[in-house]
């Protein structure tokens, strides 16, 4: 058999060369992709749901054992990020209210000007543009962790991955919370209630990542790291956009 993902001659049920499985070397059919969609999503070994549930259940059984190399056991953390935010979207267009906006800090130590477009940069950032958003989250908050937590040795792709998990998961409950809550109160739930709801979650996964450090040892240093990610929020990124990319 020749595989046809790759052209390597092989037998057997999956190339030794690319891992495709024969029964893909077939003709694409509406089947296929159906019963493939279903593996992604739903298969109890490993689908998407699976591994929603056991980042609420035990987070660092799905993430250690993801940077230790169960890479086929869970969905990845870019599949997950994706299937996460067409969760998102998908919900977001039958569940969600017009925005009514967020609320506004201002820094008595900078101008009205640079206050004003702060705050202008923080309702661009995460109502017009939230994948970006989503995106430079992402790829800030490891940085603190890989710091503070130097002696466990994660590198900073290792880290992107525990804040992809996080943050999908946390994407997904939101979703379902607002399922229950948007329908009953005819409005989206607040910034706070979604802030505190991820942070939360935020915390209890990182206890458990962490968990061979002491408890004493953790929490301290978890908070500080939280710490640096709420002002890179409120205050760094804003600032840093406000101020080298005013908005008119
Ligand atoms: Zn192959």
Redesign the pocket.
């Given at each position: 058999m020749i595989?046809?993902?790759?052209?390597?001659e092989?037998n057997g049920n999956y190339?030794?060369?690319?891992?495709?499985s024969t029964k893909a070397n077939s003709r694409l059919t509406f089947k296929n992709i159906i019963a493939d969609f279903f593996d992604t999503v739903f298969n109890l070994d490993r689908g998407f749901f699976f591994t929603f549930w056991n980042l609420l259940k035990q987070p660092e059984f799905i993430i250690q054992g993801f940077i230790n190399g169960k890479r086929k056991r869970f969905t990845n953390p870019v599949k997950y990020l994706i299937i996460a935010t067409a969760i998102q979207a998908l919900s977001e267009s039958i569940i969600m209210f017009e925005e009514q906006g967020i609320p506004f800090t201002s820094f008595s130590l900078l101008s009205n000007e640079l206050n004003q477009n702060m705050h202008l940069w923080n309702q661009t950032l995460t109502l017009d543009y939230p994948i970006l958003f989503g995106i430079i989250n992402l790829l800030v908050w490891p940085i603190p962790f890989y710091f503070i937590f130097k002696k466990f040795k994660h590198n900073i792709p290792e880290l992107i991955a525990v804040m992809i998990y996080i943050y999908g998961t946390v994407v997904i409950l939101i979703e379902v919370m607002a399922f229950i809550h948007n329908p009953l109160t005819g409005k989206n739930m607040s910034i706070e209630l979604v802030s505190f709801m991820a942070t939360v979650y935020m915390i209890y996964v990182l206890l458990k990542f962490y968990r061979r450090g002491s408890i004493s040892w953790r929490i301290p240093r978890i908070i500080i790291a939280m710490i640096f990610l709420f002002v890179f929020r409120m205050f760094i990124l804003p600032f840093s956009l406000a101020y080298f990319f005013p908005l008119n």
């Open positions: 595989c046809k993902n790759c052209d390597y092989f190339c030794p060369s690319c891992s495709q």
